[in-house]
């Protein structure tokens, strides 16, 4: 087990202890990001709430169950981290990716991925797929700085985008 600051200190499993140094480097850096990190990236998840809550007529059903979250930030009461694992990115990526698998109140069967580039950059947030980026896991380049591919295109998120 191990505990993550960004997650208020929750402890939840680490499937491999890193062996490589780049690895071991993205989960240290990984380590040093705080809760106030987490409200940053809080526009991701709750993209990835909205756009799922859209698509499957939530507001019949979900809205009574988990309550609507009256802002981005409070989307995390309804996040439970569960794993954390490492995965070297594919062919020419050479960067390492630390991913948190979680269970979500609103996406009870796919639940939540979330990934960091190095350790340092959320760069995917979605239903798990074991992919560590949305250009992999769409073999589609120009998915590179989407953070959540979403089914509404006005939920899709990217890294580079304040909405």
């Given at each position: 087990m191990i505990r993550i600051p960004y997650f208020d200190n929750a402890e939840v499993e680490l499937i491999d202890d890193p062996e490589d140094p780049g690895a071991e480097m993205a989960?240290?850096?990984?380590?040093?990001?705080t809760p106030a990190d987490r409200i940053v990236d809080s526009r991701h998840v709750f993209a990835y709430y909205r756009d799922f809550r859209e698509a499957v007529g939530g507001q019949d059903w979900l809205d009574e169950q988990m309550g609507v979250?009256?802002?981005?930030?409070d989307i995390w009461k309804h996040v439970t981290?569960?794993?954390l694992d490492l995965r070297k990115g594919r062919g020419d990526d050479s960067s390492w990716y630390v991913m948190v698998e979680a269970n979500c109140a609103w996406e009870e069967e796919h639940g939540l991925l979330l990934v960091w580039r190095d350790g340092r950059t959320?760069?995917?947030?979605g239903g798990y797929d074991g992919?560590?980026?949305?250009a992999n896991a769409?073999?589609?380049d120009g998915l590179r700085d989407v953070v959540y591919v979403a089914t509404n295109p006005n939920h899709t998120t990217r890294t580079t985008n304040a909405g």
């Amino acid at each position: 087990m191990i505990r993550i600051p960004y997650f208020d200190n929750a402890e939840v499993e680490l499937i491999d202890d890193p062996e490589d140094p780049g690895a071991e480097m993205a989960l240290e850096t990984f380590l040093m990001l705080t809760p106030a990190d987490r409200i940053v990236d809080s526009r991701h998840v709750f993209a990835y709430y909205r756009d799922f809550r859209e698509a499957v007529g939530g507001q019949d059903w979900l809205d009574e169950q988990m309550g609507v979250p009256e802002t981005p930030a409070d989307i995390w009461k309804h996040v439970t981290p569960t794993t954390l694992d490492l995965r070297k990115g594919r062919g020419d990526d050479s960067s390492w990716y630390v991913m948190v698998e979680a269970n979500c109140a609103w996406e009870e069967e796919h639940g939540l991925l979330l990934v960091w580039r190095d350790g340092r950059t959320l760069t995917k947030v979605g239903g798990y797929d074991g992919h560590v980026t949305n250009a992999n896991a769409y073999a589609d380049d120009g998915l590179r700085d989407v953070v959540y591919v979403a089914t509404n295109p006005n939920h899709t998120t990217r890294t580079t985008n304040a909405g």
